[in-house]
């Protein structure tokens, strides 16, 4: 969405933060989020759902306490406004839809890539290509990080934000 207002409507934006996404989905991007949909559809335990994504989402490091993997659990489990298997199949459709290689470089404003080290669902390289491709970018890459680095390091990566937005 954001890549896209960037392109479309330029003058409404400043600066542009790119957090762990990429250009088009990939094969076992559309795979694996294909099959947590299916579980879903097959009323699979939300417990069960979310200890097979969440090392999708968070790196070795975060993965290896067993305290907070349930904690993280308990809390979206408890989330008041959950993501609705519609709203999820729809998601889905779209990212399957969605490609902006040829576009992307018509990104005109100051923009900021930030990718995780160890996110396996969004690689570092998908950001890297582009951040390459956006003419006025910088890629920033967590270290040790997974696809949520403002779950893993929230402090870290608001100060990167706000230093990029301030400059």
């Known amino acids: ?12 934006i400043e600066k542009l933060v790119l957090s762990n996404t990429f250009l088009f989905i990939k094969p076992v991007q559309a795979t694996v989020l ?26 070795n490091e975060f993965c290896s306490s067993k305290a907070g993997m349930e904690e ?6 408890n989330y008041p406004y959950p993501q609705s298997f519609v709203g999820q199949k729809r998601q889905l459709e779209a990212l399957l839809a969605f490609d ?3 576009w992307v470089r018509n990104i005109s404003v100051p923009t900021l890539v930030i990718g995780g080290a160890e996110d396996i669902l969004t690689p570092c390289r998908d950001g890297e290509k582009m951040s390459k491709k956006i003419p006025e970018s910088q890629l ?3 270290p040790h990080i997974g696809h949520d680095p403002v779950h893993e ?3 870290q990566y608001v100060q990167v934000v706000s230093e990029f937005l301030k400059n």
């Open 140 to 142: 920033y890459t967590f």
């Open 1 to 12: 969405i954001a890549q896209t207002l960037a392109v479309k409507v330029p003058e409404k």
């Open 72 to 77: 993280v659990i308990q809390n979206l489990i």
């Open 100 to 102: 902006s290689e040829e």
């Open 153 to 155: 390091r929230p402090d």
């Open 34 to 59: 294909q099959f947590f949909l299916d579980l879903r559809k097959q009323k699979v335990d939300v417990a069960t759902q979310l200890r097979g994504l969440l090392p999708w989402i968070f790196s």
